[in-house]
């Protein structure tokens, strides 16, 4: 039997430096383009004691700016469904 992964992205804004690669890897992956404008989740107040992460409506899931966080502030959860 095949079972379908419900994948969740878990968010650790303590950890998170305002470095924003997880935004420019988004809209390359997406768009082919550095260009934050283009991501799909946004990082407020990125220059301050607390950035905030926001994950858009348009993200897919797909995970790639999990994998380039290098901080930790991001992380992937898999449910089987
Ligand atoms: S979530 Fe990770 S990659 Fe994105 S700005 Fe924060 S530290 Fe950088
Ligand atoms: S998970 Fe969402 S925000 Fe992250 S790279 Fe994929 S589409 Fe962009």
Redesign the pocket.
């Known amino acids: 039997m095949v079972k379908n992964k419900k994948i969740e992205i878990i968010?650790n804004?303590e950890?998170?430096?305002?470095?924003?690669?997880?935004?420019l890897?988004c809209s390359y992956t997406h768009h082919k383009i550095f260009n934050p404008s283009k991501a799909n989740?946004e990082?407020k107040d990125?220059y301050g004691l607390a950035?905030e992460?926001i994950f858009l409506d348009t993200c897919v899931q797909c995970g790639q700016?999990v994998q380039?966080?290098?901080?930790?502030?991001?992380k992937i959860m898999e449910e089987d469904i």
Do not use: F, N, Q, T
């Not at 950890?15 to 935004?23: D, E, F, V, Y």
């Not at 380039?68 to 991001?74: P, S, V």
């Open positions: 968010i804004e950890k998170c430096s305002g470095c924003i690669l997880c935004m890897w989740l990082i990125r950035p992460i700016c380039k966080c290098l901080y930790g502030a991001l």
